[in-house]
């Protein structure tokens, strides 16, 4: 059984996949290829057009994403605090509603939030710093990560 060639539309995909997850496993897998495929063709630079284009609709994603989040920022820090509130006050006075593994779930899913919207911003911040050279990029990277240490610590 012979193998089946890729047309040029299906391998346009598997790029702009790698591009979006990073991972030729799981690129391979969404596309119903071999691994060993999706990074020969990723490695043999095939249509670096379409990779340009592909990376750049995911920057513009992410910063309008981040736009977006950056509008409702007040509306879900007041969404935390309220949720917040019901937590402990749900955790000062359990009842027999008081179900303890929703409370750690929805706790959780509050923390992870934040973590992700900080690491977006970290993105965000790391795509401002691509046409500086590499050392003035980890300089501000480094101050960037201390800042966002300092404030989670606090």
């Known amino acids: 059984m012979g193998r089946t060639k890729l047309t040029d539309k299906q391998k346009k995909k598997i790029i702009a996949d790698y591009i979006e997850n990073q991972n030729f496993s799981e690129t391979a897998r969404i596309n119903g290829v071999n691994k060993s495929t999706v990074k020969r063709l990723i490695d043999s630079g095939y249509d670096k057009d379409v990779q340009q284009k592909a990376t750049q609709k ?10 977006y989040m950056d509008n409702i920022a007040e509306k879900q820090k007041k969404i935390i605090d309220l949720s917040l509130d019901v937590l402990e ?11 303890i593994r929703d ?11 934040s973590l992700k919207y ?37």
Do not use: C, H, W
Not at 103 to 110: C, D, H, K, L
């Open 58 to 67: 995911k920057e513009e994603n992410t910063k309008d994403i981040l736009e």
């Open 89 to 99: 006050q749900k955790l000062s006075n359990p009842d027999l509603f008081t179900n």
């Open 103 to 113: 409370v750690a779930i929805v706790y959780g899913t509050i923390f992870d939030k």
């Open 118 to 154: 900080k690491e977006m911003k970290l993105r965000e911040e790391e795509m401002k710093y691509k046409n500086t050279t590499t050392q003035e990029t980890l300089d501000k990277l480094d101050a960037l990560l201390e800042e966002q240490k300092n404030a989670y610590m606090d």
